[in-house]
C-alpha cells in the first residue's frame, strides 16, 4: 500500500512505539499515587510534557494533555465562552469541524458567532476580523494554522495583532501544521493552541491544549482534577509518552522532513502539470508543504479515490471527517469554488517516509484511471 493520506492520520514512528511500551507492559502506575510506580508514570507524563512544550516554544506548564485535537479544540472555545459569558465569538469558515461544530452548538444555544471568510486562495482575510470587530464586541477568535485540506497557512499572526490591539482572545488549531512547520506559541501572539499526536506519528487519541496561564478556562470535564484542573481524568500515560516522544522526533528533524516533503511534492506537482485540466486548489497561497488537493474536472473524487485505492493507494476525497459523506467539501465552497468541480477534489497528503517512487506511482495510476474514465 502506497500511504499518501498523512493529513488523516499518521503511521506511528517506531522510536514512539518503544517508548511507549513499557507504559503499556510495566509502568502502569496512576501519576496521581504516591508509591513509586506512581512517581514513575508521573515522571513520564511531565517529561512529555516539557517535550511537547519545546516544540511549540511553550512553558511546560501551558500543556494541557487532552484525547486530542477534537477536545482540545472544544476546550479552547466552551471552556472560554463559560468562563466569559455574553461575549461574542468568531470562527473562521474553513475550520475543522471540532471547532465549526462547538461554534454551532454554542451559537443554538445562544452565543453570538461570527464566521471570517476566505479569499479565493484559501485563506482568512485579515481585513475581516479589522471590519468585525469594529461592530461586534467580540471576545474569542479562532482560526486554524493551516487548513487539513488545502494545505493552506492562515495568517495567525497577523490576526493576533489584531486581536492583541482590541483585547480578543485568539485561538489556533495547529493540528495539521505543527511538525510540517515551525510552529511558536509566544511568537504566534496567540492565547490557546490545539495540537494532536496522531498528525507527527504518534498515538491516536491524544493531543493538547496550550494555553496561556492567565487566561480564565472552564473545564469540560470535572473530576479528580488533573491538568491543572483543566481535564480530569486519569491520564493515558503510554499515550502521553507517545505523544512527547513523537514532539522530540519532530522538533528535531522538522528541517530534513520540510526539505523532504517539499521535494517530493515540487515532483508530484510537475507530474499533474502534465495532466491536462488539473486544477491545485489553494496553489496560490504559502501552503504545507505535504498536501496538495487537486481536482480533474468531470470526475468524481470519491470514485476517483476508490479507482486509486484499487491500485493499493490511499489518499482522501478531503477531510476525514466528511469523507464519504458525496458533498463537496465546505472548505472549497467557503473559497467560491463551483460545485460541481468541488466534487472532483482528492487530497494528497504525504509523509516523511514517502519516496520518489510513491510519488511517480501515484501519478502513473492517476494517469490511467483519468484516461479509463475518459474512454
Ligand atoms: C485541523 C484539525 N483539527 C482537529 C482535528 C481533530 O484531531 P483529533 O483527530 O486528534 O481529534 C483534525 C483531525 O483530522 C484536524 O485536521
Not at 100 to 110: C, K, M, V, Y
Not at 169 to 196: E, I, K, Y
Request: net charge negative; proline share 5%.
Amino acid at each position: 500500500m502506497i500511504y499518501l493520506d498523512h493529513n488523516a492520520t499518521t503511521p506511528l514512528d517506531e522510536r514512539v512505539v518503544e517508548a511507549m511500551l513499557p507504559f503499556l507492559r510495566t509502568g502502569y502506575g496512576n501519576p496521581s499515587a504516591l508509591h513509586r510506580l506512581g512517581r514513575l508514570a508521573r515522571d513520564a507524563v511531565e517529561q512529555a510534557r516539557a517535550q511537547v512544550a519545546a516544540l511549540v516554544g511553550a512553558h511546560p506548564s501551558q500543556v494541557v494533555f487532552t484525547s486530542g485535537g477534537t477536545e482540545a479544540n472544544n476546550l479552547a472555545l466552551k471552556g472560554w465562552v463559560q468562563a466569559h459569558p455574553g461575549k461574542a465569538i468568531a470562527v473562521s469558515a474553513i475550520e475543522h469541524a471540532s471547532v465549526s461544530e462547538a461554534a454551532d452548538w454554542l451559537e443554538q444555544r445562544g452565543v453570538a458567532v461570527y464566521r471570517l471568510p476566505v479569499d479565493g486562495s484559501g485563506c482568512v482575510r485579515v481585513e475581516g476580523l479589522e471590519e468585525l470587530s469594529a461592530r461586534a464586541p467580540l471576545g474569542l477568535v479562532s482560526c486554524m494554522l493551516a487548513n487539513n485540506e488545502t494545505g493552506v497557512l492562515q495568517p495567525v499572526a497577523e490576526l493576533a495583532q489584531i486581536a492583541q490591539d482590541k483585547g480578543i482572545c485568539l485561538h489556533t488549531d495547529a493540528v495539521q501544521a505543527v511538525g510540517r512547520v515551525p510552529v511558536d506559541f509566544q511568537a504566534l501572539g496567540v492565547q490557546m493552541l490545539s495540537l494532536s499526536a496522531h498528525k507527527i506519528y504518534g498515538p491516536k487519541g491524544v493531543g493538547a491544549l496550550v494555553v496561556e496561564r492567565s487566561l480564565a478556562l472552564q473545564p469540560l470535564l470535572h473530576g479528580g482534577g488533573q491538568e491543572f484542573g483543566l481535564r480530569a481524568g486519569t491520564e493515558n500515560v503510554a499515550g502521553i509518552v507517545g505523544f512527547g516522544k513523537a514532539a522530540e522526533l519532530a522538533r528535531a528533524e522538522l528541517y530534513a522532513r520540510t526539505e523532504h516533503l517539499s521535494a517530493l511534492r515540487a515532483r508530484l506537482e510537475a507530474g499533474l502539470a502534465e495532466l491536462p485540466g488539473v486544477v491545485i486548489f489553494g496553489q496560490q497561497a504559502e501552503r504545507l508543504p505535504n498536501t496538495v488537493f487537486l481536482g480533474v474536472p468531470g470526475i468524481d473524487g470519491e470514485m476517483l479515490v476508490m479507482a486509486l485505492d484499487r491500485e493499493k493507494i490511499a489518499c482522501s476525497s478531503g477531510s476525514s471527517c466528511s469523507s464519504g459523506s458525496g458533498q463537496p467539501s465546505p472548505v472549497l465552497l467557503a473559497m467560491g469554488v463551483e460545485p460541481t468541480l468541488a466534487k472532483s477534489a482528492i487530497r494528497v497528503s504525504l509523509g516523511k517516509d514517502n519516496t520518489e517512487t510513491d510519488v511517480a506511482r501515484f501519478l502513473r495510476s492517476l494517469r490511467e484511471i483519468v484516461r479509463s474514465f475518459e474512454t
